[in-house]
């Protein structure tokens, strides 16, 4: 399923304050992104009604299935394209502002082809 630009950065920045913290709220998101409380309560609102994410009664988020496999799949793309780029001699603020554009345009079929060049060229190595 394609899903808007903004919402797969939302679900990935879920994501990775999971990763790090026991829960995410929406504060959390907007202190993260820099983005308004209001905005963010409106894209969470629009995240939960598209089954993306739960919200429990404390105000914290979870992704659901749905927008675990989508968080998942941004945050694959964002690491690896960053790596990559970096590995390539790109200094890493700019390999990760990059991914983070490329990681919403790139085909599966693209990313596919560079996930496997980077798998043979480090098996290699």
Known sequence: MKIQESAENYLETILIL?????YVRSID??????????????????????G???M???GHITLTESGK?????IYER??????WLVRL???RETASAD?????????????????NHITKETAAE
């Open 18 to 22: 999971s990763l790090e913290q026991p």
């Open 29 to 50: 998101i907007a202190n993260t992104l820099n983005f308004s409380k209001p905005s963010v309560s409106v894209a969470m609102k629009n995240l939960r009604l598209d």
């Open 52 to 54: 993306y994410i739960q």
């Open 56 to 58: 429990d009664e404390e």
């Open 69 to 73: 496999k989508i968080a998942d799949t």
């Open 78 to 83: 964002h690491t690896l394209i960053t790596e």
């Open 89 to 91: 001699g790109v200094d």
């Open 99 to 115: 991914a983070c554009r490329m990681e919403h345009v790139i085909s599966p079929i693209s990313f596919q082809a560079i996930k």
